[in-house]
């Protein structure tokens, strides 16, 4: 097993595919957010919500998901939006990750009585990245070469299911609005509205909305439901992400790619296991999944890993070499590594890198590999030329970075 020392891991370019805005505050921020919005929180220090919300382990999913409640109702504000997309830009520009495609529901941050429309908390998303992008692509270090630019994009998630209580005002209100038609109904209404909003703003702000993505409770909500969406997207050159197999078998896996158009899939983490399946004109198992396995290798549907979040969320993952990631490596599947959640997960680009060279056979080459697909795969926003391009000086510096820390790239 090759051991890669952990200079060479923080000072490589990096990307971020699977990134969650309202996972990923910074906890002195939600502090401050929390006390000025008098948002109740179980604590009010570091030490406090480390102890009670943001662990370093989870005993299950729901544990987990507890803290966004906290983060989501800080983000209800529009300057609180602004200021932990900056923050987030410059907490991964400070780890040389030069690439980020946040994601979040808009729908749970908005309140349209309070001005927190679809287009103000796009708005102030992107102003938060873009400040921190000019701030760092002007500094001396980039106009001298020394180091990349910074980009980014946005990933605009539908709930795959909201109530009407307890998600946000927006969702209460739109339940109300529906309060005589079925559940699903009310769950894709809500999606088709956020998918037509994000198209909008996109091509008449300029926004980089550069994905949609399908979050929140898996199982009972698979992708398949929500294909019309998808098929909106695809028809207005909008990229797609979904996250699948995450909490549900592989036919999750199956309807992101079939019928959702899946350019890429959130954790992928059941597409190995036979026992998950849950369909049943599934007759032979193991001859579907080897097939799905093929196909998404062959058509390099990139899957975006969060090695730490499985840990956390997923008990039968008992120790980290356990992960299917092996699997996925040993497919030679594209792959690129993510945090998904910074805060929640405790985690940084660097750390899920380390963990995966530590923890598994990763030569040279494709850790170079594991590099590139972050960029190749993803969906910049401009021209295939220049995306092109960009991602080749990318891995150009890739290389000078491993000569300069003695990686030989074989
Ligand atoms: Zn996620």
């Not at 549907?301 to 840990?311: D, G, P, R």
Request: glycine share 6%; with cysteine.
């Amino acid at each position: 097993m090759t051991k890669y020392n952990s200079k060479f891991i923080q000072e490589m370019p990096k990307t971020d595919l699977h990134l969650h805005l309202d996972g990923s505050l910074r906890i002195p921020s939600l502090i401050e957010m929390a006390r000025a919005g008098n948002i109740k929180m179980p604590s009010y220090t570091e030490e406090g919500l480390k102890e009670t919300v943001f662990k370093s382990h989870y005993a299950n999913l729901g544990e987990y998901l507890h803290g966004f409640q906290y983060t989501c109702a800080a983000l209800r504000d529009l300057e609180n939006i602004e200021r932990a997309s900056y923050e987030l830009a410059w907490d991964n520009i400070n780890e040389n990750v030069y690439y980020i495609e946040v994601r979040f529901a808009p729908q749970l941050m908005m309140d349209v009585e309070k001005g927190l429309t679809f287009e103000a908390v796009m708005i102030a998303s992107n102003k938060g990245f873009e400040k921190a992008k000019k701030e760092f692509n002007n500094s001396a270090e980039v106009k001298s070469g020394a180091r990349p630019e910074f980009h980014y994009g946005i990933i605009s998630c539908a709930m795959r299911k909201f109530g009407p209580k307890g998600y946000s005002p927006y969702y209460t209100n739109f339940y109300k609005a529906m309060e005589y038609s079925k559940e699903m109904d009310v769950l894709r209404a809500g999606a088709m509205q956020m998918v037509r909003a994000a198209v909008k703003v996109r091509d008449e702000l300029a926004i980089p909305i550069v994905s949609i993505d399908l979050a929140g409770q898996e199982d009972g909500y698979p992708p398949g439901k929500f294909k019309d969406i998808y098929a909106y997207a695809h028809q207005h050159f909008m990229h797609k992400t979904v996250h699948a197999g995450e909490a549900y078998g592989a036919e999750s896996i199956f309807q992101a790619i079939t019928e959702c158009y899946a350019d890429r899939i959130g954790h992928g983490y059941y597409l190995f296991n036979e026992d998950k399946i849950m369909d049943e004109t599934v007759k032979d198992k193991k001859k579907y999944l080897e097939s799905l396995i093929s196909f998404v290798a062959d058509k390099r549907t990139t899957i975006e890993v969060c090695l730490t979040s499985n840990l956390q969320t997923n008990p039968s993952i008992q120790n980290i070499k356990d992960h299917n990631f092996k699997h996925m490596l040993a497919n030679r599947m594209s792959l690129t590594i993510c945090t998904d959640n910074r805060l929640v997960s405790d985690t940084t680009v660097t750390k899920e890198f380390q963990l995966a060279v530590d923890n598994f056979t990763i030569a040279p080459k494709h850790l170079k590999d594991l590099v590139a697909y972050g960029f190749k795969k993803s969906f910049f926003f401009g021209n295939y030329i220049d995306k092109r391009n960009w991602a080749k000086s990318m891995m150009k510096h890739f290389d000078q970075v491993a000569s300069k820390n003695g990686i030989e790239i074989v």
